[in-house]
């Protein structure tokens, strides 16, 4: 549990929805708000978390919270992630949840925000020959090195809780397209998580302390 302000230097900073639409998070002042990273073409980490994330949506959103509260994917690939490319990957998640946003920035925006929120980012070489990009079948040639956190913010752009490290989902979450392009440390990590995993149920925890509602276990968490 923490308790830190998020200064307006980065609530302000200008981001761009997947829709085109020109937003921050200030526009969801009032809303809780959980953020989380996301690389649209990573192939370990990365299709296994939002799919907790977006799971995590949905149970919101069943329990009549979806104005309340807004789940934020946010890339750490501004080169890659376009406003276009991240609305391609939204759709994977067949009707994705209406309090999920996904997100990009420029290269100079995006990195002052994950800086501020601890995520470190390291783009490299892509070594692997196997590694093709879901969306353009094209060879992938880099990869970003990132850590994982999910960072819980109140009404007011305080940071109330972070979870921390890659989550956990039930396999038949992952859309079968991404699932399909998981690296092999991908598919072992799906098929075998570590302990240490976050998983869906500790997100809604934590969305249902802020809020103080108890929202449902969705089933197969």
Sequence with gaps: MVDTLTPESVLDLPLTASDGR??????????????????TSGQ?????????????????????????VRFLS????????????????????????????????SPNVIGTLWRHFGVRRERIPEHSDQAVDWMTLSPLTYTVVHNDQLHFLDRTGHDRFVLGGPGHVQQSRVPALLEGFLDSQGHRDLKD??????????VLNVVGWLT??????????
């Design 22 to 39: 020109k937003v921050s998070l200030t526009s969801f002042r009032g809303e809780f708000v959980v953020v989380c990273d996301v690389m």
């Design 193 to 202: 998580p570590s302990l240490n995993d976050w998983t869906t149920r500790q």
């Design 74 to 105: 946010i890339t750490i690939d501004p080169q890659r992630d376009t406003p276009t490319r991240l609305a391609a990957y939204r759709r994977l998640y067949v009707d994705p949840p209406a309090d999920w946003t996904l997100l990009t920035g």
């Design 212 to 221: 103080a509602h108890q929202i449902p276990t969705p089933a197969a968490t």
């Design 44 to 68: 370990e980490t990365n299709p296994v978390n939002t799919a907790a994330v977006v799971q995590a949506a949905r149970a919101v959103q069943a329990a009549g919270l979806g104005r309340r």
